[in-house]
């Protein structure tokens, strides 16, 4: 009963992923009118006020959940998963974001902005940022509403400098943290799975 059940999840989440390919993208790799229409006009405003802009942070503020997630870990505070599991769901969750995000990027071939590569669907850094900024919420949210906005924080301002920094189109970046948040609910279901229970998080 056990491997039905992973099957069918495994299914159901690459259905969605191929939804998101297929719906977003035409086969020459050009978002269809509404969407490129938006990214068009968000590109444009981006040129108009920011055509210098370029930071490195984001290559490093998109793990800053991830860190604070394994320093309060290490630093004794009580979350809701024990070492085991959390550790098994960190790994499941970075296996699955990025072998999701670079499947998209050579089935999709969406041309960058800056024109470097044609890599630009989904944003891999927002998906990343996502992923850590969910992965904290899950562990430490029931301790405060402060641990959600700083995790979401980071992953917004993540997300918002890859457009800023020119290699990121809108939608790139939407996908992106749609991605991250989904994948990480596919790997807390695979996890539940591996661990043969139900209820498994902590009633703080």
Not at 15 to 32: E, K, P, Q, T, Y
Not at 134 to 163: D, S
Not at 164 to 171: D, Q, T, V
Not at 184 to 201: C, H, M, N, S, T
Request: proline letters at 2%; a positive charge; charged letters at 15%.
């Amino acid at each position: 009963m056990k491997k039905y059940q992973l099957m069918t999840i495994i299914i159901c989440y690459i259905a969605v992923l191929l939804v998101i390919a297929v719906f977003l993208n035409n086969g020459d790799g050009v978002f269809s009118q509404f969407f490129e229409n938006s990214n068009l006009y968000i590109h444009s405003w981006r040129n108009t006020y920011a055509p210098t802009f370029h930071q490195s942070y984001d290559n490093f503020l998109l793990v800053f959940p991830l860190i604070l997630l394994l320093g309060l870990k290490l630093g004794g505070v009580r979350g809701s998963f024990g070492w085991k599991r959390l550790l098994t769901f960190i790994v499941l969750s970075l296996l699955l974001t990025q072998l999701a995000v670079n499947v998209l990027k050579l089935t999709t071939g969406v041309l960058r902005p800056d024109e470097s590569n044609y890599f630009s669907f989904p944003s891999g850094h927002t998906a990343t940022a996502f992923m850590a900024a969910t992965l904290l919420y899950k562990e430490y949210g029931f301790k405060g509403y402060w641990v959600g906005l700083v995790a979401y924080a980071a992953a917004i301002v993540t997300g918002f400098t890859r457009i800023l920094n020119n290699r990121h189109w809108l939608f790139d970046v939407i996908i992106g943290a749609a991605l991250g948040i989904l994948l990480i609910d596919l790997a807390y279901r695979l996890v539940q799975l591996i661990f043969k229970e139900r209820g498994w998080i902590r009633k703080e």
